[in-house]
């Protein structure tokens, strides 16, 4: 015989632990469990069977896997939590007595826990961490726009959204932001950074407030693993292009609401960049590979050489400089010479794909009424120069009435031009006015898009997202819905002729020929006979053609109906998992279907309704 | 001690050549010195003030103490200076002594009061009149004194009022609010003053002692002016420590100023910043002791709906707008509502936006993660592919005619061997026998109660049938009859010489028509069963055609008979049956018997009369069974809508359990030579299959839904009672709850 087994010794019994319990090991206040269970990314498990994990009770409870609390209780952020808790009373007490150089040295040396090894731990790798950093990305953006109070100090607002300007910078430095979307939410972006696909919202630019229904506490504990997150992240990513981290921050542009512009990238220069760097002389003068790539682009883009590159050397050079360094305004970093820039970083670039430059030839000027952090990340992301008037912030790279200016973003309806100089018009004329959807659209396109349908005051077209639906969802873009529906009505007349016809038939004499017609569909050579018989009956070519597609229609919807009918009986073969597995599908199917019917009849109801609106005006 | 000075001065010198620690040495000296002269000062000048002692304590000793107390406060204002001194003579047992000059020798003297011979005690005490002391007075409870005074004379106790005298009391005598029970004398007593000032002091939070000053002059007993000891109290010389500074001390000390020199120590430790350093974390390849938690799985991303100008379509309508504002903010598919804006600047701030990323961390703390496998499979590929009825051909497609019954429910069909003629009977009592090509009748018995079954003997020679009505059996010879096989039938059922009876006599009666009353009409051989054992409800045959079995139902015997034709003889093939016995079945080929009871499906070995088999099926009441022609395979319909197929070689369990009819089952048949099955139900349908069995053991059985027939009615709520193939054709003939018995063709 073997061991007797007690009850509650092994299997899931010890595998689990419910919540209580594990604070209770613990030793430390739910709130502090809690926060642990944030900060490492421990979560409740399901057990397959409840009563076996608790007990015999089935009770709603939470079970954590006891490996993970016990992995816990070694954690050094539990024991700089206690720590916390000894510094909060020893503070109280100090402040209590009225000691306040006591209170004033404790709170110096208070404890403070960091995250460096939780990251480490739950992020092995950086892709890891990469792939994980759209919650994070989400926060910040979130945190960055409230405003900052009693609960929110206004040192972590400041670094979210010094975070979120250094996303922003890298983004546009590597210029890797593939899609974008204007939601009633926010704006979803999504770049693809290492190969990961990054998708992050941002709300619009109005003032939140926290709801009294949300934990602050929660939120404030995940943000601080997000910031300490996107820090080691952001590092990483900045050593790896070789840029310097944290960017240096220029206060006084700071301060005068230059956003991101505040950030300057600094290469680092480090001594290894000297063998990698190359330079030859020609004829006393030093050409470096940045040189050599300009002429490549030269010759390259000589056919479609555009006005500002051909009209002078000075104002091109900028331009091309944007990939490296992000510092639009002329500044004494930008003077340095060109040699010191890697050359074999740069030649990499090269090859980039076109929709990252998709509007490098262009330079936008964004009107005071739109979102200037939007549409100048947008922008700049792809290549483009953007401007903006004084009052959207300072650090406008080019001024309002730069001639190379060619696009307007602007969103406010259309005015009279009527006392405008004859400078003025001739600069409205030369420029593109276009609304802010058009950037997005571009963008999501891939390609520049006509700039007519989105010019001032005209009607948008649907702003759709750019990343799709399930699979066989209702398409908005795609317009088969008209030639469906004509195709329904054709139908159902074919049908009310087809009963006339064969009402006609009992008189005529062709119902023998149909007849043969019939059989003869779905089978080449029948057909041909058939046709052959047609034609000797006198019948001319088109009513056959007409009559076989007739029967050809009719005798596929027979086909179907016998499929399904067959499929059907089939399913009594099936075993009740594989049913109930069939049924979930379908059901699923079906709700999919009558989600897209829906859409489709709104949208030839819209378009019927459209027709008689047009008909009654015209 | 001067002289002694200078020699530990230059041993100092010897040891240690530190000039600080010999600058500290000096001064420690000259301290000394400085206190020795002014010792001597104080000394001389103490002397004179001694002789004031003596008057203040006089004063303070003549006054009485209520005047005392009364003029506290100005008795400390004169006695400040001198308190200090004085405030001790309470501490002296005897009183203080006067210094005067002698008369005689001319010297001072000490002169001490007279001391008096009354006791320096309470006056309280004085009088008390009871003199026991401060022992418990419940002693004397019971005791009509209270005490003994002085004299030891008993003290009687005084009388004491009741309430109304005591009440009476309070009002009458004006000291009666500062008076209290003493419980010495048993009554009450006036507090004197001193006990109301205690009182009143405790009242106020002050110290009960009146005398008590807090304030008191710190009495200087060994320092101050003339206090000073000139002779040291231990005469060991002067430990080296009190001028020699440590050297481990000094050790330490160096170590510290190495230390800040060094600068391993500052005078303000900085700021601990709670700002984190950034720096490669992932240049290191090291492993992490555990696998990281499963990622989280990413949010949905937005969909058209949620543009800020979706295209018009998207947009809700009122009533779904309603529906939405309706429900729970939990069971809503999506937790926006789409809305169009014509151009971006009219966009507002979305109001649920810290809602849902705190919702959304929610999910990633609190709620378990499981890993589910997304099927991403088409589900038709979930329906088994099986060959197309199509090519199974034949069986029955339509109905090819009706042959109706008027008088209620056709209840059984039977088919002749030869699957010329067909008999059914319904509940009106009604036997007909039709040909099942036409359906014209062609014989029609008429008996009393309801007919539960009908069977053809499967015999070629012979042709009769054998028809179940209550508690009876009969046999009928059906009309036109060749001369052959008439003979032979009428020799078998009615045999000129009765077989002998067998040794036990068995309940069951066989009766014979007698040849003088013999007609077509009437049954030529009747088997009485035992009365109240119900109707047979089946009759079935032993492929013989020698044995038939009849189950009855609704009595209340045993239900099963076997009847043997040959010998007219019938018996109980059970004892005693565990639960109602609902079919039963002959194997085709072996001696083997299916006794089919609620639940269970048990097989007996009818030669060696033992229980070979129980099948379970699972279904909760059985309502019929069929094995196949090949005797390894049965079939089980239940009136739980399910049909069970077992093969018998196999397990006990059912190989394929299939529920398909929407009510229970009726009747099920195999086809005797097609691969063909079907069974009805009282949903009116009568599903045909095609079920092939193969002789190979490694193959399942094949079992094809062929084909729904419909077009019996539903009444009351019975549907086709039962079905039967014919022999020879794939055909088959149904009989319904509508009366109707219909003949299915291919």
Wanted: aromatic share 8%.
């Amino acid at each position: 015989m073997g061991r007797i087994r007690q009850k509650g010794k092994a299997g899931a019994a010890r595998a689990y632990i419910t919540r209580t319990a594990a604070v209770k090991k613990l030793q430390c206040s739910l709130a502090d469990f809690r926060r642990l269970c944030i900060l490492k990314g421990i979560f409740p498990r399901e057990p397959k069977n409840k009563k076996k994990a608790n007990k015999g009770s089935s009770a709603p409870t939470s079970f954590y896997y006891t490996k993970d609390i016990a992995y816990l209780a070694h954690e050094p952020v539990l024991k700089k939590l206690r720590e916390h808790k000894a510094f909060a009373k020893k503070l109280s007490r100090a402040l209590g007595r009225g000691e306040w150089s006591s209170a004033k040295s404790l709170e110096e040396n208070k404890p403070v826990y960091r995250l460096d090894h939780i990251i480490k731990e739950r992020y092995p790798t950086f892709v890891d961490a990469l792939r994980d950093i759209d919650d994070a990305l989400c926060m910040i953006y979130l945190f960055a726009s409230l405003p900052s109070g009693q609960r929110l100090p206004s040192e972590l607002v400041e670094n979210c959204a010094r975070l979120s300007a250094e996303w922003q910078l890298y983004i546009m430095h590597s210029q890797s932001l593939r899609k974008a979307f204007l939601s009633i939410k926010g704006v979803y972006y999504q770049a693809e950074v290492m190969d990961q696909t990054i998708t992050w919202l941002v709300p619009y630019q109005f003032t939140q407030n926290i709801p009294s229904d949300v934990d602050v506490r929660v939120m404030l504990t995940f943000l601080e693993l997000y910031q300490t997150l996107l820090g080691f992240v952001f590092f990483k990513l900045y050593t790896d292009v070789g840029l310097v981290y944290p960017p240096p921050l220029d206060v006084k542009k700071y301060e005068a609401a230059a956003g991101v512009g505040a950030f300057s990238l600094q290469e680092a220069s480090h001594p290894s960049s000297a063998l990698v760097h190359k330079t030859v002389e020609i004829d006393g003068r030093k050409i470096s590979g940045k040189d050599v790539r300009q002429t490549i682009k030269a010759i390259t883009a000589s056919s479609d050489i555009d006005m500002d590159s051909v009209s002078n050397l000075q104002t091109s050079v900028p331009e091309e400089n944007q990939d490296e360094d992000f510092v639009l305004q002329p500044s004494t970093k930008s003077t340095e010479p060109d040699t010191s820039l890697p050359t074999l970083k740069t030649l990499e670039s090269l090859p980039e794909p076109i929709s990252t430059t998709l509007f490098a030839p262009y330079t936008f000027l964004l009107s005071r009424e739109t979102s200037r952090s939007i549409f100048e990340f947008l922008v700049r992301s792809f290549g483009g120069k953007v401007g903006w008037p004084a009052s959207s912030g300072g650090g406008s790279p080019i001024d309002e009435n730069d001639p190379s200016i060619t696009h307007v973003i602007i969103d406010r309806p259309p005015h009279s031009y009527k006392s405008e100089s004859a400078e003025e018009k001739e600069r409205r004329l030369r420029r593109k006015y276009v609304q802010p959807q058009w950037v997005v659209d571009c963008i999501n396109a891939g390609k520049i898009l006509l700039e007519e349908h989105y010019a001032q005051g005209q009607t948008l077209p649907p702003h759709i997202s750019p990343f799709g639906e399930y699979e066989g969802a209702y398409d908005p873009a795609a317009g088969p819905l008209g030639a469906q529906a004509e195709l329904e009505e054709s139908d159902s007349e074919a049908e009310s002729g087809e009963e006339a016809d064969e009402k006609d038939d009992v008189d005529t004499g062709d119902h023998r020929l149909k007849k043969t017609l019939k059989d003869a569909v779905g089978d080449p050579s029948a057909l041909r006979t058939a046709e052959l018989a047609a034609e000797a009956a006198g019948m001319d070519y088109d009513a056959f053609e007409k009559e076989v597609g007739k029967l050809g229609k009719k005798t596929k919807r027979e086909q179907v109906k016998v499929d399904n009918a067959e499929e059907d009986m089939n399913k009594m073969m099936m075993s009740n998992r594989q049913r109930k597995l069939y049924e979930k599908m379908k059901h699923s199917q079906q709700k999919k279907e009558t989600e897209r019917n829906i859409l489709e009849a709104k949208k030839r109801a819209l378009i019927k309704q459209k027709r008689k609106e047009t008909k009654g005006s015209s | 001690m001067a002289a002694s000075d200078p020699q530990k001065h230059s041993k100092k010198r010897k040891q240690v050549e530190d000039e600080p620690d010999t600058h500290i040495h000096q001064n420690a000296v000259q301290l000394e010195m400085l206190t020795d002269d002014e010792d001597g000062a104080e000394i001389s000048s103490d002397d004179g003030e001694a002789d004031e002692f003596p008057e203040i304590d006089t004063g303070s000793d003549s006054e009485e103490d209520f005047d005392a107390e009364d003029n506290e406060d100005e008795d400390e204002d004169e006695e400040d200076d001198s308190d200090g001194l004085d405030s001790d003579a309470s501490l002296h047992v005897f009183p203080k002594a006067k210094t005067v000059t002698s008369d005689i020798t001319g010297k001072p003297k000490r002169v001490y009061p007279e001391i008096e011979p009354d006791y320096d005690s309470d006056s309280s005490t004085e009088d008390a009149p009871n003199r026991v002391g401060n022992v418990p007075m419940h002693w004397y409870d019971d005791l009509p004194h209270i005490g003994y005074d002085i004299n030891g004379k008993k003290v009687l106790r005084p009388a004491r009022g009741d309430e109304l005298d005591k009440f009476l009391a309070t009002v009458e005598d004006p000291n009666a609010w500062i008076s209290a029970f003493d419980k010495n004398l048993q009554m009450d007593k006036p507090l004197t003053n001193e006990e109301l000032d205690i009182i009143r002091r405790l009242y106020q939070n002050e110290n009960p002692d009146a005398s008590y000053d807090p304030y008191e002059p710190m009495v200087e007993w060994f320092t101050g002016k003339g206090k000073e000891e000139i002779m040291p109290l231990s005469a060991a010389p002067e430990p080296k420590r009190r001028w020699i500074s440590s050297k481990w001390e000094k050790q330490k000390i160096m170590k510290i100023v190495r230390a800040i020199r060094q600068g391993r120590i500052v005078p303000n430790k900085p700021k601990s910043t709670n700002k984190l350093e950034f720096y490669a974390i992932w240049s290191d390849q090291s492993s992490t002791p555990h696998e990281p938690p499963p990622p989280a799985p990413k949010p949905h991303l937005p969909t058209n709906s949620e543009s800020y100008n979706p295209p018009e379509e998207y947009l809700p309508t009122d009533e779904e707008r309603k529906e939405w504002e309706e429900k729970d903010p939990e069971d809503r598919e999506r937790d926006y509502l789409p809305q169009k804006y014509s151009s971006l600047r009219l966009v507002p701030a979305y109001n649920n936006f810290i809602k849902e990323r705190f919702s959304r961390q929610l999910d990633l703390y609190l709620a378990p993660r499981v890993q589910r496998v997304k099927l991403n499979i088409d589900p038709k590929s979930l329906i088994p592919k099986l060959p197309s009825p199509s090519t199974l051909k034949p069986f029955p497609n339509y109905k090819s005619l009706t042959f109706s019954h008027t008088k209620g429910r056709a209840r059984c069909v039977s088919i002749s061997p030869d699957g010329a003629w067909a008999a059914s009977g319904d509940e009106g009592g009604t036997v007909s026998i039709w040909e099942v090509n036409v359906g014209r009748e062609v014989k029609r018995w008429q008996f009393k109660g309801k007919i539960g079954a009908v069977e053809w003997c499967p015999r070629t020679d012979v042709c009769y049938i054998v028809v179940g009505i209550e508690e009876e059996i009969h046999f009928l010879i059906p009309p036109n009859l060749p001369d052959s096989v008439y003979l032979l039938t009428k020799s078998l059922l009615a045999p000129a010489t009765l077989p002998p009876s067998p040794a036990t006599p068995s309940p069951v009666k066989w009766e014979t028509v007698s040849s003088d009353t013999r007609s077509i009409d009437l049954p030529i051989l009747s088997v009485h069963l035992p009365p109240s054992s119900g109707t047979p409800t089946q009759i079935t045959w032993h492929r013989r055609g020698d044995y038939v079995a009849s189950v009855s139902t609704g009595g209340s015997q045993s239900a099963v008979w076997m009847h043997q034709i040959s010998r007219r003889h019938s018996q109980a093939p059970f004892k005693k049956v565990k639960g109602s016995v609902q079919a039963v079945l002959f194997h085709p080929t072996k001696p083997h018997f299916f006794v089919a009871t609620q639940q269970y499906i048990r097989i007996y070995n009818l030669a060696e009369q033992h229980l070979l088999k129980t099948l379970t099926p699972g279904i909760k009441w059985i309502s019929s069974m069929d094995v196949h022609p090949s005797g390894d395979h049965l079939i089980v319909g239940g009136y739980d809508r399910k049909l069970c197929w077992f093969d018998l070689e196999l397990s006990d369990k059912p190989y394929k359990s299939l529920r398909y009819h929407t009510r229970a089952i009726r009747s099920v048949h195999f086809h005797p030579t097609y691969p063909l099955l079907a069974s009805s139900s009282d949903d009116g349908s009568i599903q045909i299959f095609h079920a092939r069995v193969y002789n190979d053991l490694l193959t399942d059985p094949l079992i094809v839904p062929l084909k729904i027939l419909r077009g019996h009615h539903v009444q009351d709520g019975l549907g086709v009672l039962q079905v039967r193939w014919c022999n020879r054709q794939p055909w088959l003939l149904s009989g319904g709850a509508d009366g109707n018995v219909a003949v299915w063709c291919t």
